[in-house]
């Protein structure tokens, strides 16, 4: 069993920044693969990105491409969200969730994930 608690969200305007952060409790986190999703008001649950265990590949949606970057701590059992450039469109409610495989795939499915966090807001003003 693992605990997700995320934070780091808040409001920014446009073109600015922010980092999520995931922490995970009760397992070590190098045996995790974790994704981030992303929940708009009135919109479906979607993902964002996606790291394997050993953070050896990465995915990411298409619209958020060069300016997101996702990494995984396994020291620190935590996994970060850096996103730049920020869009009114990436407002929404952001959830991180993980997986305990050694995967050389990211996971990028929702029902792949067996774990999830409480979910941070992030709005983003223009």
């Known amino acids: 069993q693992v605990q997700l608690v995320e934070s780091g969200g808040g409001l920014v305007q446009a073109g600015g920044s922010l980092r999520l952060s995931c922490a995970a409790s009760?397992?070590?986190?190098?045996?995790?693969?974790v994704g981030w999703f992303r929940q708009a008001p009135g919109k479906e649950r979607e993902f964002v990105a996606a790291?394997?265990?050993?953070?050896?590949?990465?995915s990411y949606i298409e619209s958020v491409k060069g300016r997101f970057t996702i990494s995984k701590d396994n020291a620190e059992n935590t996994v970060y969200l850096q996103m730049n450039s920020l869009k009114p469109e990436d407002t929404a409610v952001y959830y991180c969730?993980?997986?305990?495989?050694?995967?050389?795939?990211?996971?990028?499915?929702?029902?792949?994930?067996?774990?999830w966090g409480q979910g941070t807001q992030v709005t983003v003003s223009s």
């Open positions: 009760g397992r070590s986190f190098n045996a995790y693969a």
């Open positions: 969730a993980a997986k305990r495989a050694y995967t050389t795939r990211p996971y990028i499915q929702q029902d792949e994930y067996d774990y």
């Open positions: 790291t394997t265990s050993s953070s050896i590949r990465t």
